[in-house]
């Protein structure tokens, strides 16, 4: 059996090693146009910054490591440029001209390449993409030889990694990003946090807008955005999204959507004997069902191993599960991360869901050092099934996600959330996690216990019903809602005729800092008799979601106090 | 609705705020014979050390804060002393005598007390237990005062957590257990390390021997150890278990097992009208299904809430779930996790069940800190259903521990856990998670690919078989086992006829530093005939599992060099 891959680094090689571990008389070939193979793509923005000092590190393995520990015949410089799947065979461009290879079993592992949008000066030898080391080396040659300033197109992870880590190496950065908010895959008000937090290490966020050209000048270009805007780059990096690299293979017959090719769930093309894993394929959608390109390194690696195991264990394999696209990204002192369907993912997919918002400490209030983890998660409204869930914080936020996608993939309800067993000190959590409750506050939720709305309801809230705030005076003087009572929540019960004269029929919409004690209200209110409901997340949530607008829209009638830290407790 | 709960926290708490928010019309009335109520029992041993300056920072709610927020009558000093369940009525001593109050629903709380074992010297003023924030105020006025050296007599969660923090503020201390091994619900494998690092804070362990007087003396008193052992204490932190403090109830006719009150699912004692939830009752495991008292913070938390919801909406409450029982400690710079079951628990079930040992890094290792989690988990022969895992390290310990309780609570298998998308960039894990990697190998095991020996065959191993240790050269230098044969990996496939030759008919058992390496040895071995298996978590559990033995059986033929950061690739 003669097993051919081709390109080194995630699912393929993952392929290539599990093919090893499964058969030692198989002859394994991989073929990689680079320099290198196994190589951490995901390091080059850490090694861009200096974080990874050497760009050898980033040499996970070499050609001579992988033939030693692994029997591998990796061959580096081999492009592969045509296929013939009737004949099972590959042409290949090395430096010794054209070469022939073929196969028993062949898997294409091509990866997805920069897309480079057609802008006038786009082709500047100051414009970097972050796709190779070599990509990685150049500019980080260009920033030890004095660039100062920085122009990062593009906010998604991979560009704001590259940002934010620009930005600590001293650079003056600016990030521009054509969605209305940095990190489109996550949630607006999860992404708003990620801006305040890009602003505060120094770096400019500009949304809503992309570039229009680059200029380029003897000593520095220039990015000219939609609205004119002059930014004067040292070096511009090009980070707008990836597209499947799959040209060659279109070409010979196999079938690709959208440049993507079309995989079955053992990783199987179209094509007899040929298996395709990684950014270039399609992946089905954990959560949805929606079939679109995935570039994770978790579910490519995987993939890799189960496309070796159905090649040589044929009939046994385990089949390639959907993916529940989970992700996280480091920018400053704060962590965003993401598991399952977002809003416009269920939206799309037709899926009636609620949507969840708190503000739990990473661990209890009363050890030193508790940090709010902003949390939302959507479920199906009905049974409850988690559908997504994103967070963002200072500490705690990737424990919290990756337990999340977790029970998105054991199909858990938020009722299930509840019933975990997480572990528990005073440094760590809290005997009530805020995964446990997110379920408790989702299951009421779900039950009408708890009845929620939200801040994009806000217009028809505040011309159609009582806004309350239950808040403390001190808290509501620092910024409310205009033209909204104020009774304190624990003064609630005694004056419950004020919300009837004040509400004159109309219902009640209640808020506080973060939900808990909006919600305690809304149960005093709804049992005595009120059409009440609670705002999910409170002010830090509404703060969050109407961004700069919300400094327009309170009224502040006492010194400026943050009431960022009110719910840890 | 009158509803009494006897017990102002955790369980009996989370039920008297979760009854307000259900019914604004029941009468809840809250019984607790200390001065407090709702107060932080997890943060006593960091109020001692000084982490947390002041005992009121404990004082999460007072029964003012629970009468304005949720109209609940709380009654502190009150001790019930008697039950009457056919006149649903409780006696109650208080500071103006003996009082009774009625119930229509009764939730009994009544937590633990400390064990104090019947030795010469218990008595002494310097003896103190850590169940109140009493017990902790007069201990950290002693530490105030000058106490410099301290006596821990136990060694589980809670006498770690004194013990580092009496270490951390620069007490003299030892801790001494009778169990072999500090923290007896840890493996033994795992809870060597948390000894190595106790020691490394200063802190000194005697295990395998209790105390057997405490001589009082003018200035300082005296543990005496079993072994004749004095040692000098201005402080005895006793903490060697709880029991089930139900006697009052016990006493009145409600069913109990060894002390601890017996509830069904919905947490309903045998007695009509009378529910009971926390350190008190039984609950039954999720993982074997034994029933016994579970002293954790979450479970009991859970507990109450569901028993509110089972007072008041009778038939539709969800049941109390079995208790999956994770459980997290600080040492030091390390976290010590566990959930699901032990070794212990599984064999006295007679669960059939397979243990796989690795030492992952927390992120990749060519991120800068990558810290090296040494992990175990137990998985059910035949279908691979996670049973228990534990792991203890600097970093990402908590995170992978609620991860897999996660896990065990979907009933999820070893191959799910290949399937987890967890959140990965360099900062935070792997593409190949440390969960992840856990389930490719067990899976290997289950399915036969991966074949794997344990430290405690070493001795058969060493007499029948040939010891094939395959790490380089220098790694073998550093200490290997008498007798085994050093043939580096990478050069295994030219060298297979000095492995016949060395094995001579007998079986291959290989190792490695962390299992890693074995694992491709054996493959290559076993599919050239021979009869291999792999040592699970290589030297690294060895060196953990024989702890100082392990010094005695090595040979080290060069100078001393830690084998621990070999692993982290």
Partial sequence: MKIVIVGGVGGGMSAAARARRLDES????????????????????????????????????????????????????HDVVGLDPEARRLTVLTDDGTDTVDYDALVLSPG???????????????????????????????????????????????????????????????????????LPPLEHEVAWRVTAELERIGVTVRTGLGASSIEQGADHDTVVLADGTRLPADVVVLSVGVRPDTAVFEKAGIATERGAIVVDDHGRTSTDGIWAVGDAVTSTDAVTGVRRPVALAGPANRAG???????????????????VGTAVVRVGEMTAAATGATRADLRAADVYFQTLHLHPGHHVGWFPGAEQIHMMIHFRAGDGVLLGAQAVGRAGVDKRIDVLATAVRAGMTVADLIDLDLAYAPPYGAAKDPVNLAGMAASNVLDGTLRIWHVDQLEEVRRDTL????????????????????????????????????????????????????NIAHRVLSQAGFDSASLSGGMLTLRAALGATADDLLISTAPAASTESSSVA
Same sequence: chains 1, 2.
């Fill in 112 to 182: 997805a390449k920069a897309v480079r949008p057609p802008l006038d000066g786009i082709d500047s030898a100051r414009v970097h993409t972050l796709r190779s080391i070599g990509d990685a080396t150049s500019l980080r040659e260009r920033i030890d030889a004095g660039a100062g300033r920085a122009v990062v197109l593009g906010a998604g992870f991979i560009g704001l990694e590259a940002a934010e880590t620009l930005a600590a190496r001293g650079l003056d950065v600016t990030v521009v990003e054509l969605s209305s908010h940095v």
């Fill in 305 to 323: 191993r189960l496309v070796a195991d159905d090649i040589l264990r044929p009939g046994s394999a385990r089949p390639v599960p959907p993916t």
């Fill in 467 to 518: 806004v309350l705030d239950v808040r403390s005076r001190d808290e509501f003087a620092t910024g409310h809602i205009p033209g909204s009572l104020n009774i304190p929540h624990t003064e609630l019960r005694e004056r419950l005729d004020e919300v009837t004269a004040a509400a004159s029929g109309h219902p009640v919409r209640v808020l506080c800092a973060s939900g808990v004690r909006s």
């Fill in 26 to 77: 198989a002859e394994i070939v991989v073929l990689d146009r680079s320099e290198h193979v196994s190589w951490a793509s995901c390091g080059l923005p850490y090694h861009v910054g200096g974080e990874i000092a050497e760009a050898d590190e980033l040499l996970v393995q070499t050609p001579e490591k992988l033939r030693a520990a692994l029997d591998l015949d990796v061959r580096t410089r």
